[in-house]
């Protein structure tokens, strides 16, 4: 490839998969899921935790945010709130991130994927500047596919739907690196509509204009502009409880860091 790719070391391996998604869409527990099926199939992952704020992670990290920063004691000594001791947390964690990409870079031999968990409100890491720093210094070194979690369910409506996808489409804009979208809950509700809507606007603006309580022209026009970014990415449905789809969303992550290394 061309850019970042042409410098000299730049390997293929390990692919960083960044998980983002709205709070509860489920990126802990389909972390948790992912690890436990990076274990069953020999598959040689690391696992990394950006969130500073969890209690109890239900799968091992191998690099924790929680063990260079204190986030409570970050909040009681700049005097500030939950959000902004998270946010300040990820500032004084992105200052070191230099070292943690010569940890990975160190053991790159051994390893097929980095995983990475983020803080449970999205906007903390997509719309901070230590989450961009961290996402840059990560593609600068490596090829790095963002992992968009959907609550399935919770997006059965046309216009939250809409919502998130726009939400994703800003993400995959600001950071421009390769997207997967992981319809997850399916063992809740298939994804089957969602993949319909995006195959095919007209049948997403019918969806919006059944939809009594909400039509409008911004709908259809927003629509357009959405089949475009569908074009850009690749989706998965998922169940980070039964563990279903797990071979596709790894498949759709090799073909995303293939599309990396010719892109970028
Ligand atoms: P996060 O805030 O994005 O990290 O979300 P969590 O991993 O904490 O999950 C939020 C809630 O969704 C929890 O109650 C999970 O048990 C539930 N959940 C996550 N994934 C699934 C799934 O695939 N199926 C079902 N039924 N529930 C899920
Ligand atoms: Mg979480």
Redesign the pocket.
Known sequence: GSGQAAVSNFKRKPVIVIVV??????????MHRLVSHTHESNIRGYVMNLDPAVMTLPFGANIDIRDTVRYKEVMKQFNLGPNGGILTSLNLFATKFDEVISVIEKRADQLDYVLVDTP?QIEIFTWSASGAIITEAFASTFPTVIAY?VDTPRSASPVTFMSNMLYACSILYKTRLPLVLAF?????AQHQFALEWMEDFETFQAAVNADSSYSSNLAQSLSLVLDEFYKNLRSVG?????GAGMKDFFNAIEASADEYMETY
């Open positions: 998604g709205m709070a509860g869409s489920g990126k802990t527990t389909f449970g979690v997850n809950k399916i063992d809740v998922v169940s980070a409880v039964t």
